[in-house]
């Protein structure tokens, strides 16, 4: 098993609908978690980060945690065009360097 | 201020040649990373640098050579690579890796071909 999984998509939504991406990871000792959004031929950028079981918001974006269940997802909400980027999901491991998923590619119809 | 910066953007470079990347932050960051990414694969780890000395080498072949001069600083020279090693490499930072909402902060990358 991977350490973290991530559906590599596409995944198409229309504009103005909410975009659900998904990530596991294996390590149950992994405390925190990390979306990164990267457009093509640029460097990952940080939306958000999250370490406590539950969902943070912030603006458009809500990451959502389940340790049990070890799951990490991230909702966008009113997706835009702009969005249309690979969305990558990172774990923090204890010597504090992150694993990262192989992305999902996100594609927002107009 | 987030920003990490690299140069040179591009580097194109024979298999016999030395070269050096570079990497800077202002943000007070004790925390310096090295990563490559191929194309449409994530970023993998190449070296952490913590409080100036070096913390983990994900087993990186010798002719990747990181430094660390000052806690602002971090350079990555290359010698005798390989058309396989053509890349982006990507610099990180973060404040303090043992802190558990410690968030790495990626520069813009060096767009890396081997010939």
């Known amino acids: 098993q991977k350490e973290v999984e991530q559906n590599s998509g596409p995944l198409s939504v229309p504009e103005g609908a909410i975009a659900s991406l998904n990530c596991t990871y294996s390590?149950?000792?992994?405390?925190?978690f990390f979306w990164y959004r990267q457009y093509s031929g640029k460097s990952p950028e940080l939306i958000m980060f999250?370490?406590?079981?539950g969902d943070k918001e912030d603006g458009r974006f809500t990451a959502q945690l389940n340790k049990a269940s070890q799951y990490v997802s991230l909702l966008i909400r009113d997706s835009q065009p702009s969005d249309s980027a690979t969305y990558l999901c990172?774990?923090?491991?204890?010597?504090?360097?992150?694993?990262f998923g192989k992305g999902t590619k996100l594609s927002v119809k107009p | 201020d987030t920003e990490v910066t690299q140069t040179p953007k591009h580097l194109v470079m024979g298999m016999t040649n030395k070269k050096s990347l570079k990497c800077e932050q202002h943000m007070g960051h004790r925390a310096m990373y090295w990563y490559k990414q191929k194309a449409k694969k994530p970023p993998e780890l190449m070296f952490v640098y913590s409080y100036e000395k070096l913390s983990i080498n994900e087993s990186v072949p010798s002719r990747f050579s990181p430094e660390c001069p000052n806690s602002s600083l971090l350079n990555l020279h290359l010698h005798a690579l390989q058309p396989e090693d053509s890349a982006l490499y990507l610099c990180a930072s973060s404040q303090d890796p043992r802190l558990a909402g410690d968030t790495q902060y990626f520069g813009p990358g060096t767009r890396l071909t081997v010939l």
């Open positions: 390590d149950r000792g992994s405390q925190s």
């Open positions: 990172a774990v923090k491991r204890s010597q504090g360097n992150l694993i």
């Open positions: 999250i370490y406590s079981n």
